[in-house]
């Protein structure tokens, strides 16, 4: 009886949403059992903004964000190429973002946009807008999804490979049900006062790891 309630307990405060400010994950080695998973209660999306930090040295393909439903494994996927060029996937469906100055070793902010109802979506690295281009129109993001940070999905909620894996830190994950304006995305860009996601909240964020992730002080370069 005593267990029951402890993993009760436990289980209750697994399920509390975090707050990460300073905050930032660390994925320190290529494999394919280490992940976060993100939770949410929303299943239907017609259009998507989602905003993260990331700093990384992989020269080879790997993900920054991976959703994923029984209907669609790259429901809405962000994925960096071995050729310099960032896909951005919408209902199985992508297109290729190039000349993006993508650098190893350097934070950056990333934020990726898609519609349903015109089909366009867009990379932001570091402020910097890439052409608007047409992925996938006329079907919603719907049903049971799963969020990771770490893996990309070849099988909802499974699939890993450890090639294509992610190792770097990663912060400041938000997630929007809309298309946030570029006043809205430099805001988050440039660090000043956004309106956190209401979807994924770096603030509050309800998550689970699996595997070797750490959690660490987000280290910032001091200026003397």
Avoid at 53 to 61: G, P
Avoid at 89 to 107: C, H, I, P, V
């Amino acid at each position: 009886m005593e267990l029951l309630l402890l993993l009760a307990m436990l289980t209750a405060c697994a399920a509390i949403p975090q707050d990460l400010s300073g905050k930032m994950f660390t994925f320190p080695q290529e494999t394919n059992t280490a992940y976060v998973r993100l939770t949410t209660s929303r299943q239907v999306f017609s259009a998507v903004t989602v905003c993260f930090r990331s700093f990384t040295d992989l020269k080879r393909d790997h993900p920054l964000f991976s959703l994923a439903t029984p209907s669609a494994f790259n429901d809405f996927l962000i994925y960096k190429d071995v050729n310099d060029e960032i896909n951005l996937n919408a209902r199985d469906k992508y297109a290729k973002f190039e000349g993006q100055d993508y650098k190893l070793n350097t934070w950056h902010s990333i934020c990726s946009t898609w519609d349903s109802a015109s089909g366009l979506g867009q990379m932001w690295l570091d402020g910097k807008p890439s052409s608007r281009k047409f992925i996938s129109s006329g079907s919603n993001i719907n049903g049971p999804n799963i969020m990771v940070l770490g893996q990309e999905q070849d099988s909802h909620g499974g699939g890993f490979d450890s090639k294509q894996s992610f190792v770097g830190m990663m912060s400041d994950v938000h997630m929007w049900d809309k298309v946030l304006s570029p006043c809205e995305i430099q805001n988050y860009m440039d660090d000043l006062n956004f309106t956190s996601g209401n979807v994924l909240n770096w603030g509050a964020l309800d998550f689970q790891i699996i595997g070797k992730v750490l959690i660490e002080d987000k280290q910032n370069i001091c200026l003397f």
